[in-house]
């Protein structure tokens, strides 16, 4: 498991993708995932309302996490623009992502849930497994909500849970969400422990980013 501190952008208000370079000095930053709208495609399902743009920075701890949050840490130069903040515990099932540009599928739960244990189970124990059998996915994340502490200068969200789903192309999340396996996570979602909040689903095309410091970039080289 790790953590991930998302900041979103609901609009084109969005600022230019950080490089490599700029994100040097956040110490224990392991990589940024970079999340853009991407066009609707015929067949996915795809809420109104997408976020134009999302970072998912992920550490390995909650210290360096709440750490590059402070108000005067390098990474104040990603918060212009009316985004909003959360951290997450990251739970990866599935990572067989190779270098370049993907295709993510962001489901999202404001939730809340009615027993937010009895849910956490359910996702972990019925969903997730099924999610791992898309044929041809890369990667299959599951993001709760923690508290902590920042003192960033954006909105603090507060959503329940978030997961991501990893293709190589948009061709192939489309395949995947036609199979047998996306009637079976149908008829789980029937399901589902009692929650409030909706879902709402947003396709993402999607680049990482490794600091200089990453050892995942370093294994990659």
């Known amino acids: 498991m790790a953590f991930a501190l998302f900041i979103t952008w609901p609009s ?25 709208s991407a066009e609707v495609i015929q067949g996915v399902p795809q809420d109104t309302g997408e976020p134009a743009q999302c970072l998912q920075l992920e550490f390995d701890d909650i210290a360096a996490l709440e750490e590059a949050a402070k108000a005067d840490h390098p990474l104040c130069h990603l918060t212009k623009g009316a985004a909003d903040q959360q951290a997450f515990l990251l739970r990866r099932y599935k990572d067989d992502t190779p270098p370049g540009s993907h295709c993510s599928y962001m489901v999202h739960y404001p939730g809340p849930a009615e027993n937010t244990e009895e849910w956490l189970r359910h996702y972990r124990s019925q969903h997730i497994p099924l999610m791992c059998r898309l044929p041809r996915i890369r990667g299959v994340e599951m993001l709760t909500r923690i508290d902590w502490i920042s003192s960033l200068p954006l909105a603090h969200a507060k959503h329940m849970q ?6 190589d192309s948009s061709q192939e999340l489309r395949a995947a969400l036609q199979s047998s396996v996306r009637d079976e996570m149908r008829a789980d979602v029937a399901q589902y422990p009692r929650f409030e909040g909706g879902v709402f689903h947003h396709v993402m095309t999607t680049e990482v980013i490794y600091p200089a410091h990453s050892p995942d970039r370093r294994a990659i080289s």
Do not use: I, K
């Open 162 to 167: 978030r997961n991501r789903v990893v293709f």
């Open 12 to 36: 084109d208000s969005a600022p230019a993708a950080p490089c490599s370079a700029s994100l040097d000095g956040v110490s224990g930053l392991r990589r940024v995932v970079v999340l853009r």
